[in-house]
């Protein structure tokens, strides 16, 4: 071999070599790229899921056969969570749930928490859509662990707003506005503008639906400036709608026109269509409400034609429905009779129940309204006829569901898979079971299904011979419903009741407690400084005044005492009315001696005037209870050196007693507590303390003694408290 032939051959290897490399390096490359290249068609996939939902899924179908030609679990599951959204944005709920539920097992084997909630968070919408409520809190749940765990705030924000919406449908208002109210501190986190306004016309909803209408307003109010402020003007129809929808159901029928006119400009300039003639039949029944049928008839003809436009059969049927029975009202009978029938062209496209009850009801109401009454009872007939078959097709979906309870159950342990992280067979062993299980349920299913047909069957050819006892039958349902609701709303009324009695009973238990310590506190401190000043070995004018105050500490805490054992005694229902006749007279001057180094030591004066032998037949403990704690109060709010007149008289059917200071006296406010039974603690004018419970107990006892209790009192010129209480003895008297 020359020269020239070896440097040829070394030449050739070395170039066979280096396309060996090329070729090897090209190979590694090729799956990186084809990973950039299904990742764009995600990328894209995920832009058109609300513009063009069909767009999306043709992408997202491409991007999971490729990922699976490379095994890459990742884009795998990607791939399926865009799928699923996407026919679920096209209405094809079942196939973007059973799509979803394909991720799970792949899910287990990939360490991506941020796409596992992802896809838990789309199973929960699906499961919403398709009315599995429980299934979709489940997932929901699931998620917002997920995404706490990881502190993605963004998905925190979007799972609590799909919540709040689905407990918003099932009618549990305080957990959505709990739900949106979370969202709302976490959109105002991410300063996401139109989170925030849609939380807040979101919250405004439910208030809506509580009737809470102010607290509806006030919410709308708030996002109507928020978005008014940003140029949200995409939000801003939608608010305003439901701000006239508010006006409307408390009757301020001008506002609602206002704002739903208002509302119509920004749907317009948005092109919504659909908004717009949900609107124009929102302003004809508040014309027709206003009784302005002109002005009714004017907007119902503009949502038909939108309506038309849009070729939706549920809204045409409704907007005939509507200028018929304004045509109705405005006496134009043939034009009445023409919107029904054109009605009637829509509604068997429809599967609405509710629609076909509205159609009955329509005809009875134009037939009556020309007085052919046999016609329109015959209409009514028809409508009683009908729902009575719907209650019968209610026991159908019951059944009906039976398939979907199945269904529901094997999704649940699907779900569970995230957390139990199971083997691949021991998933195929539970699938099987369930299989087996649905083969046997959907056999019984057909089985009772045939069964109700059949009994069904039966029934429509006795329908002639029991229609008469059918209707007695209804009007006896109707009957008993009316009464069942009277009597819910009876024992709604007392629990009402109860409830408000626990919450001041508990009340003022708190209130009692909070000022315990420092009320008994006190008068004991007090006690023990005195005792310390006084020199017994040394008696002496200054040792018999501190004994004085002594035995006012004394009296004082005694008092304070008896009143919360009194009070405590009446909260455990232990005090019983014993009636005896007492002499009022005694009773007073009894009172009187109690507090006779209290008056002393003020230097108050005690005019009493008592008719002889005034007697009343009562409880003498409560009587006794009252007389010593408005004096008490009379004298503690007394200025120094002043005088208490205590009046009693016996009037024909009840006697009197009157207490009365020239003190501090009280408000109008302060008067009022005092009648609700408000516990309210005032200094007396030596800056004597008091729990203001005796006053409460007072009023109390009154009530049980069958007596009343009135009170006149004007700041700094004293307070009146007159006694009446009935007098048997003096009604025996009488009679005799």
């Avoid at 899924?57 to 991007?63: G, Y």
């Avoid at 924000?157 to 709990?178: C, E, K, S, T």
């Avoid at 109010?221 to 140029?231: G, T």
């Avoid at 195929?428 to 959907?442: A, W």
Wanted: proline fraction near 1%.
């Amino acid at each position: 071999m020359t020269r020239i032939q070896r440097h040829l051959f070394i030449l050739s290897l070395l170039l066979l070599f280096g396309l060996a490399q090329v070729r090897a390096a090209n190979q590694d490359d090729n799956p990186k790229r084809e990973i950039i290249e299904i990742s764009r068609l995600i990328s894209m996939s995920d832009s058109l899921i609300i513009k063009s939902p069909k767009q999306s899924l043709a992408l997202a179908k491409e991007a999971l056969k490729r990922s699976k030609k490379i095994n890459q679990a990742q884009l795998v599951c990607h791939s399926y969570l865009n799928i699923g959204i996407a026919l679920r944005f096209l209405g094809m709920n079942q196939q973007a749930l059973d799509t979803l539920y394909k991720a799970i097992p792949i899910l287990n084997k990939i360490d991506d928490t941020k796409l596992i909630a992802k896809v838990l968070n789309a199973i929960g919408v699906v499961h919403y859509q398709l009315g599995h409520d429980t299934l979709s809190i489940e997932a929901y749940n699931k998620s917002l662990e997920l995404s706490h765990k990881i502190e993605d705030i963004r998905s925190i924000a979007d799972i609590l707003n799909n919540m709040g919406v689905l407990y918003m449908r099932i009618g549990d208002y305080p957990r959505a506005i709990d739900a949106y109210m979370k969202c709302l501190y976490y959109d105002k986190l991410l300063k996401n503008t139109s989170g925030i306004i849609s939380s807040l016309n979101n919250i405004g909803m439910i208030y809506q639906n509580m009737n809470e209408y102010p607290k509806a307003l006030s919410y709308y109010k708030k996002a109507i400036k928020l978005a008014r402020d940003n140029s949200e003007e995409a939000l801003m129809g939608s608010i305003l709608n439901n701000l006239s929808l508010s006006y409307y159901y408390t009757n301020k029928l001008d506002s609602c026109i206002h704002y739903a006119k208002l509302s119509n400009k920004y749907f317009s300039g948005a092109g919504q269509n659909n908004q717009m003639q949900v609107n124009y039949t929102n302003l004809g029944l508040a014309y027709e409400s206003k009784n302005m049928l002109d002005s009714a008839l004017f907007y119902f003809h503009k949502a038909h034609i939108l309506s038309l436009n849009q070729n939706n059969p549920y809204l045409i049927f409704n907007s005939y429905i509507n200028l018929s029975n304004i045509y109705i009202k405005l006496g134009k009978t043939q034009d009445a009779f023409a919107a029904i029938k054109n009605s009637q062209n829509y509604l068997s496209s429809l599967n609405d129940n509710s629609l076909k009850s509205k159609l009955f009801l329509t005809y009875a109401n134009l037939y009556s309204s020309t007085g052919n009454y046999k016609k329109a009872t015959q209409y009514l007939y028809n409508l009683i006829s009908f729902q009575d078959s719907l209650i019968r097709l209610e026991k159908l979906d019951k059944l009906n569901k039976v398939v979907s309870e199945y269904e529901s159950e094997r999704k649940k342990q699907q779900i569970a898979l995230l957390s139990l992280d199971k083997k691949f067979d021991e998933i195929k062993l539970k699938e099987t079971r369930f299989k087996l299980y649905l083969v046997v349920g959907i056999s019984a299913f057909v089985l009772l299904l045939l069964s109700i047909i059949l009994a069904l069957y039966i029934s429509l050819k006795r329908k002639n011979r029991i229609l008469s006892e059918r209707k007695q039958l209804i009007e006896k349902q109707n009957k008993i419903l009316e009464q069942n609701n009277h009597e819910l709303n009876t024992l709604n009324r007392l629990l009402s009741e109860s409830q408000q009695e626990l919450y001041t009973s508990n009340k003022t238990k708190d209130t009692l407690l909070g000022i315990l310590g420092h009320d008994l506190k006190s008068p004991i401190q007090q006690l023990s400084i005195l005792l310390d000043n006084i020199d017994i070995k040394n008696p002496n004018k200054n040792t018999s005044e501190l004994f004085q105050q002594v035995a006012i500490s004394i009296k004082s805490l005694t008092m304070l005492i008896n009143n919360l054992l009194t009070w405590a005694q009446y909260q455990h229902d232990k005090l019983k009315l014993s009636p005896e006749v007492v002499d009022v007279g005694e009773l007073i001057n009894f009172n009187i001696e109690l507090f006779k180094n209290h008056l002393t030591q003020k230097g108050i004066s005690i005019i009493s005037e008592i008719d002889d032998n005034l007697t009343v037949e009562t409880d003498k403990n409560m009587l006794d209870f009252i007389i010593r704690n408005l004096l008490n109060n009379s004298i503690k709010f007394s200025y120094t050196n002043s005088i208490v007149n205590i009046d009693g008289y016996n009037l024909a059917t009840c006697i009197e007693i009157k207490i009365q200071d020239h003190g501090i006296g009280m408000t109008e406010n302060e008067i009022k507590s005092l009648h609700k039974g408000l516990i309210t603690r005032r200094k007396g004018t030596t800056n004597e303390k008091g729990t203001g419970l005796g006053l409460k107990m007072c009023f109390i006892f009154a009530k049980l003694m069958g007596a009343e209790i009135k009170v006149e009192s004007q700041p700094n010129q004293g307070s009146t408290f007159t006694i009446r209480i009935p007098n048997k003895t003096s009604n025996e008297n009488s009679n005799s």
